[in-house]
């Protein structure tokens, strides 16, 4: 059985990124910067309604704009569109201002329908309009029942009940999505910005009914894309498409405001929790009805883990008697795709709420209450260093007891992410060249979390060279198939796979030089025994080496000003395990990320969705609101190392519990629960009852 | 955009003839460009550049009352420690503006002429009755950033934070109108908006701003907002307050919201409740009350009622440290 080093040099040490200054410099080219010869921009027409019957598309007005060269309908002949966003027709041209003109002359006859249903409370009702027609927009699960769940209530000496909600959120990487692609005679290039090479040539191939081998998809970087970047997306197809008839290469990047529309989300969650435990703090009874939306449908693009609106419940706890009962709601909205921990955080929202809930009608301490019913030993280990860092014992007091008019709280939630874990299928190469550079070539891509500087710290540590000396090349299909880049699998599918080409460059340069052991000192001198041809070996992930889940809890402290309602996060503590580490600043730029991310999810960010108009009314970060420098607070990472557990991905449990621990605190601040994200100053004031009642129209 | 010519203007007067009847001055652009850009605005058929006219770009400090140049920007208020010790309420309220970047080039006269930011007006699709449209859309939908106030049924509010200051301080807009200098008050140059559902102020087509007079009467002044984030945010409620503080008393008080009106709401009988009185909490509790007694709060803006009341006193509070 392999087994990584115990003694290390860099493994688990802190290295900088390797492509830190390109990126800081401006000279690492992301995919909406390539400019390939001849190229042209492309540009979508969307839907402008939300629902509506296309009966034509005349292009002939867009194709004699000057400086247009290429113009494609979405689909032919009558078509139904069902959101607002929903693609029609691309066009390209040689400027930015020729396609926004183009798109304006495309004549579009449309039947639109008056009856749509873009937000899921009424979306659900009885006689609502249906999105697709002749089916229900409800379309629930069997309910998920064990024990005797009825009779268990009447066993508990506390109860609750609560409403919890969480809100569609927008992936917005801060690279939008997009191609730039050329198709030739000889075939396809695609520069995607994607988290996915393999899927996107795949995708490509079978929409533009092309051998895979006649298409190679390039990611050198790529700014980010939590789960909706897996496909080429229709924009990468309609791409194509420009590319073959304009015989140029078109760059297709989406704007910020089609990012809004047609690309992904998170679905929303509406969770109705009843739960109950026994005096001695044991959790009991437990019935949870939940509904959510995905847009008009999961969705082909949504990778691995699913855009669906179902969640794990009751989360991290074990119940004896529960009952479960889910369905998802059709809406004239884009559809949902994988979004980071897909499931997890509007679960750790429901559930740790109603943790705290339940605890403090107990009158337990809402820490002890955890760790009396979260059986995980690596969580109970966090817990107690958690509270610990944020000072639970001198901090933690009793709800709503804040003195003064801006009160402050804190809270805790626990984190899971089982769906983890190495993609086994994943290969590489690597060429050893007589002068002693190395270079490693895996078919993966590094969608910014670090993958090339885990592939050269991992090399460097293996032949005793510095990660510098080490040159790394992701982000081409012509290299050997890598996974990926989600599902916190990245990191363990190439660590293993690197191990693995290592061993088998040391095992063959002994075979060819005779040099018994090439690494560190010995290396320049055994490659140069070579002689002429380089070493190209190739290695494949094994096992031993990797695992899965990781878990992890974090604290928040906030302060709450109870007349304005303004939330400010003070601190947050995140202590995050995932096995084996392999650079700890890149993985404390992950939970740096996730927190920061659950942060918006927390107090700031919700899709806006009019029932009227059916539009998005936030397609902008003036109105989707993130968070800025100003919002973030101190973040305390402590990082639990465990080499025996092999390596493991960080990227989705760092940002699942973030949001349920600031509501926690909220509350604690408060003394009254703010059940729905994002917490606004709005709800804030509502939820102590400062809002004067008025009457819906 | 559309297409449109561009020009620049070395003279007021040459300004306001190349504009014409069909043209918009450009002067930081932060609002124009994204007008054009989602094809809010009919035309224009010219874009005069308005920066390089001479001397609008000072701020000029005399005993009774400074002035502040149109093209005077966001970061040069910001930047400029007297004022700051002059009108603090004014410094308070343009170091609250969008972000670093955006103060850089945003002008005092861009800030007073801007447009609703209200999402139904400016999502591009959406016919609203600030567009000419048939409807409110916010009345029906969700007006969590809509006003308290209005004197017609478009709902969308002022959101210039100078505007509601410059009407604490009881300043004056002197506008080059039909070729002479016209005197607007903070209310004049708003008051269309509060009756015309398409006005975003009370300024013509061809009008331009050339400058904005501060009397230095009130000893005292200060802003607040509230936005949903820390820093560039827009107010969801904005507050100015100033007043001659003397002998802990208030006089010429003054004291205007933004962010839950057309135009910068100012209640008199709260302004002449406040002279002569020593600040406390219950004053500017009461002073609140008054300001806020006629709103029109619906389902989803009525938490500025709240929000609004606690920024009144606060603002009002400060006047007195």
Not at chain 1, 166 to 190: F, K, L, R
Not at chain 1, 237 to 266: C, Y
Not at chain 2, 140 to 161: K, M
């Amino acid at each position: 059985m392999p087994s990584w080093p115990t003694e290390t040099k860099y493994i688990s040490h802190p290295t900088l990124r390797v492509d830190a200054v390109p990126k800081v410099t401006g000279r690492a080219r992301y995919s909406s910067d390539i400019q390939a010869d001849g190229w042209l921009y492309g540009m979508i027409l969307r839907s402008k309604w939300p629902a509506a019957k296309i009966l034509s598309v005349n292009l002939d007005k867009a194709r004699q704009v000057p400086g247009i060269k290429a113009a494609v309908v979405a689909r032919d002949g009558e078509f139904t569109v069902r959101y607002y966003g929903e693609e029609i027709a691309a066009v390209a041209g040689t400027t930015r201002q020729a396609c926004l003109d183009a798109l304006r002359a495309i004549e579009v006859k449309a039947e639109p329908r008056n009856e749509f249903a873009v937000n899921e409370n009424e979306a659900r009702k009885d006689d609502a309009p249906q999105v697709w027609e002749g089916r229900s927009n409800v379309a629930a699960g069997p309910p998920r029942e064990h024990g005797n769940v009825d009779q268990a209530f009447g066993e508990c000496a506390a109860v609750i009940e609560g409403f919890y909600t969480t809100p569609v959120q927008i992936h917005n990487p801060m690279e939008t999505h997009g191609n730039t692609v050329s198709w030739t005679d000889d075939g396809v290039t695609a520069w995607a910005s994607t988290q996915g090479i393999s899927s996107v040539r795949d995708g490509l191939a079978g929409a533009l009914q092309l051998d895979q081998s006649k298409i190679r998809v390039i990611t050198d970087f790529m700014g980010g894309g939590f789960g909706s970047k897996f496909g080429a997306g229709v924009e990468g197809m309609l791409a194509a498409q420009l590319s073959r008839e304009a015989k140029a290469p078109v760059r297709l990047m989406l704007t910020r405001f089609d990012q809004a529309l047609a690309v992904g989300n998170r679905p929303s969650s509406f969770q109705k929790i009843k739960m109950g435990a026994k005096a001695d703090g044991t959790l009991h009874a437990f019935e949870a009805e939940n509904y959510g939306t995905a847009g008009i449908g999961a969705g082909a693009d949504s990778g691995g883990g699913g855009g669906g609106a179902d969640l794990t419940m009751p989360y991290l706890y074990r119940v004896p008697n529960s009952r479960v009962k889910q369905s998802h709601v059709a809406v004239n909205a884009g559809s949902a795709r994988a979004f980071r921990a897909p499931g997890n955080p509007p679960a750790s929202f429901g559930m740790e709420s109603a943790m705290d809930d339940l605890a403090v009608k107990l009158g337990m301490d809402p820490l002890a209450f955890r760790l009396k019913n979260d059986s995980n030993e690596i969580r109970q280990r966090e817990y107690a260093i958690g509270a610990e860092k944020i000072g639970w014992k001198e901090k933690y007091q009793k709800p709503g007891s804040s003195p003064g008019v801006v009160k402050t709280g804190i809270g805790c939630a626990g984190a899971a992410w089982p769906a983890g874990g190495p993609s086994r299928s994943t290969q590489g190469e690597a060429q050893i060249n007589p002068d002693g550079s190395v270079e490693f070539r895996l078919g993966v891509q590094d969608i910014g979390t670090g993958t090339k500087t885990v592939i050269a710290v991992v090399a460097a540590e293996m032949l005793g060279l510095k990660p510098e000396q080490i040159t790394v090349k992701v982000g081409d299909t012509n290299f050997p198939p890598g996974p990926g880049s989600g599902g916190s699998t990245t990191c363990a599918s190439v660590s293993p796979t690197v191990y693995d080409i290592c061993q088998r460059g040391l095992q063959q340069l002994l075979k060819q030089t005779g040099v018994a052991d090439a690494r560190g000192k010995n290396w320049f001198a055994a490659c140069k025994k070579l002689g002429v041809n380089p070493l190209v070996v190739h290695g494949n992930w094994i096992e031993g080496l990797s695992n899965r889940p990781a878990y992890g809890v974090q604290f928040a402290e906030v302060a709450v000003d109870t007349e304005t309602g303004l939330v400010a996060v003070k601190k947050i503590v995140a202590v995050h395990d995932c096995g084996l580490i392999i650079d700890t600043l890149t993985l404390e730029s992950q939970i740096n990320g996730g927190v920061i991310m659950g942060m918006g999810y927390a107090l700031y960010e919700e899709r806006v969705m009019d029932d009227l108009s059916g539009v998005v009314l936030n397609p902008n970060f003036e109105t989707y609101k993130l968070p800025g420098i100003a919002d973030v607070p101190e973040i305390e990472i402590v990082l639990l190392n465990m080499p025996e557990r092999g390596v493991i991905g960080i990227g989705e449990p760092a940002t699942v519990p973030t949001a349920a621990a600031i509501g926690n605190a909220v509350a604690n601040a408060i003394g009254v629960r703010v059940g729905s994200l994002p917490i606004t100053p709005a709800k804030v004031l509502a939820a102590l009852g400062k809002v004067p009642h008025v009457a819906t129209t | 955009m559309k297409a449109f010519e561009y020009t620049t203007a070395l003279s007021t007067d040459s300004a306001r003839e190349l504009v014409a009847d069909k043209g918009v001055y450009l002067a930081g652009g932060n609002d124009l460009l994204g007008l054009l850009k989602d094809y809010l605005i009919p035309g224009p058929n010219i874009l005069v550049n308005v920066k390089s006219l001479p001397g609008l770009n000072r701020i000029e400090r005399g005993a009774n009352s400074w002035t502040l140049g149109a093209l005077v920007t966001i970061a040069q208020l910001e930047g400029d420690t007297d004022l700051s010790k002059v009108f603090p309420g004014l410094h308070d309220a343009a170091s609250e503006i969008a972000s670093p970047q955006i103060r850089n080039v945003a002008t005092v006269g861009g800030n007073l002429a801007q447009h609703s930011r209200c999402w139904y007006y400016r999502q591009r699709d959406v016919p609203c009755l600030k567009k000419g449209g048939d409807l409110c859309y916010a009345r029906e939908g969700d007006s969590r950033y809509h006003s308290l106030f209005s004197g017609n049924d478009c709902i969308s509010p002022v959101v210039s934070s100078l505007g509601t200051t410059f009407a604490a301080l009881d300043a004056t807009a002197v506008v080059l109108r039909d070729g002479k200098e016209t005197r607007l008050s903070m209310a004049e140059l708003y008051q269309k908006a509060w009756t015309e559902p398409t006005a975003h102020h009370s300024l013509n087509p061809g009008d331009l701003i050339l400058r904005v007079e501060i009397p230095t009467a009130r000893t005292a002044s200060a802003y607040l907002q509230v936005s949903d984030k820390h820093t560039f945010d827009w107010a969801l409620v904005s507050c100015a307050a100033a007043a001659d503080v003397s002998g802990g008393k208030l006089n010429q008080s003054r004291v205007a919201l933004g962010s839950i009106s057309p135009v910068p709401h100012q209640v008199e009988a709260a302004n002449a409740f406040l002279d002569g009185k020593a600040l406390d909490d219950d004053i500017a509790s009461q002073a609140a009350d008054l300001i806020l007694k006629e709103a029109r709060p619906l389902e989803h803006n009525a938490y500025k009622v709240p929000m609004a009341h606690a920024l009144i006193r606060r603002t009002l509070l400060k006047l007195k440290s």
